[in-house]
T-cell receptor, first 111, second 111 residues
Framework: EDQVTQSPEALRLQEGESSSLNCSYT??????LFWYRQDPGKGPEFLFT???AGEEKEKERLKATLTKKESFLHITAPKPEDSATYLC????????????FGAGTRLFVKA | GAGVSQSPSNKVTEKGKDVELRCDPI?????LYWYRQRLGQGLEFLIY????????KSGLPSDRFSAERTGESVSTLTIQRTQQEDSAVYLC?????????FGSGTRLTVV
């Protein structure tokens, strides 16, 4: 069964304290892995798509990496405005079009 | 429009009543998705539209749930005889290729 597991559930950082969020996945044929950011009361906001192992994408203080079993979202020198829930999701390349989401990691960055 | 628009933003309904939720996708986006997000949980896939056909309805939880889409435009999600467990945020997303653009959701509360 396709599955996406994110860890930790919650992460508290001081401003400037770099860290990583993990997304482990099991899927029968990966078409793409996605990272989203979700602020309270809003819909998720698209960040990155990764398609193959070894691929990396960067945007400001965020960098996403992908292996055959997991993805990491690295946050360098975070700021309080980076506080949000970060969602990981996978899309299969066969048998349907639904994207399967993880439960998310809630990130809190304190000034 | 510039983004995905959902209405209403909030809906409180009595148990047993029918509700209709609306989604206006980004113009030109052929794919449209409905997801459900219960409090503190991840996104649960409901249904996917390509144009006005629905190749994947596998996530609809029961026959009380139905959805339709007019061409490559507006979609409505209808929940009949609402139950308290239907209370959640219902999110709509549209996409052209990969990577979704989400609306802000409809928060449904069944009392």
């Amino acid at each position: 069964e396709d599955q996406v597991t994110q860890s930790p559930e919650a992460l508290r950082l001081q401003e400037g304290e770099s860290s990583s969020l993990n997304c482990s996945y099991t899927v029968s044929g990966l078409r793409g892995l996605f990272w989203y950011r979700q602020d309270p009361g809003k819909g998720p906001e698209f960040l990155f798509t990764l398609y193959s192992a070894g691929e990396e994408k960067e945007k400001e203080r965020l960098k996403a990496t992908l292996t055959k079993k997991e993805s990491f979202l690295h946050i360098t020198a975070p700021k309080p405005e980076d506080s949000a829930t970060y969602l990981c999701a996978v899309l299969r390349n066969t048998g349907g079009f639904k994207t399967i989401f993880g439960a998310g990691t809630r990130l809190f960055v304190k000034a | 429009g510039a983004g995905v628009s959902q209405s209403p933003s909030n809906k409180v309904t009595e148990k047993g009543k029918d509700v209709e939720l609306r989604c206006d996708p980004i113009s030109g986006h052929t794919a449209l998705y409905w997801y459900r997000q219960r409090l503190g949980q991840g996104l649960e896939f409901l249904i996917y539209f390509q144009g006005n056909s629905a190749p994947d309805k596998s996530g609809l939880p029961s026959d009380r749930f139905s959805a339709e889409r007019t061409g490559e435009s507006v979609s409505t999600l209808t929940i009949q005889r609402t139950q308290q467990e239907d209370s959640a945020v219902y999110l709509c997303a549209s996409s052209l290729i990969d990577g979704y653009t989400f609306g802000s959701g409809t928060r449904l509360t069944v009392v």
